[in-house]
């Protein structure tokens, strides 16, 4: 993970690796999978940045992405918050995404 900050590079850009067959990290089916940004909307940067991204299959990308966000969205961002904080604290957490899910 990279260290804390609290600006981006201005030239920073997004991950956009398109889609891959490979296992869902949260379903575990072999399937074209896509990247999803587990922090979107304007956290997005910063979740690509901290590497909170997870491999997620086509159908489970476009069920977050519909507007009926799924019960288990919540627990990805519980469980990725968990993952940034073993490293910096929950302070900075807040100070780069604007709240806390846990």
């Given amino acids: ?13 997004i991950q956009k690796p398109g889609k891959q067959f490979r296992q ?8 074209n999978c896509e990247l999803h940004h587990v922090f979107q909307g304007k956290n997005r940067k910063w979740s690509d940045y901290y590497g909170l991204v997870i491999w997620i ?4 990308h476009r069920l977050i992405h519909t507007g009926k966000k799924p019960d288990w969205v ?5 469980a990725y918050q968990s993952k940034y904080e073993l490293y910096c604290t929950r302070e ?3 100070q ?5 899910y846990l």
């Fill in 74 to 78: 919540d627990g990805l961002h519980r």
């Fill in 24 to 31: 869902s990290e949260l379903s575990g089916l072999y399937a």
């Fill in 1 to 13: 993970m990279n260290e804390f900050v609290t600006k981006l590079p201005r030239n920073y850009k």
């Fill in 57 to 60: 299959t086509e159908e489970e």
């Fill in 92 to 94: 900075q957490f807040r």
């Fill in 96 to 100: 780069n995404f604007g709240r806390s």
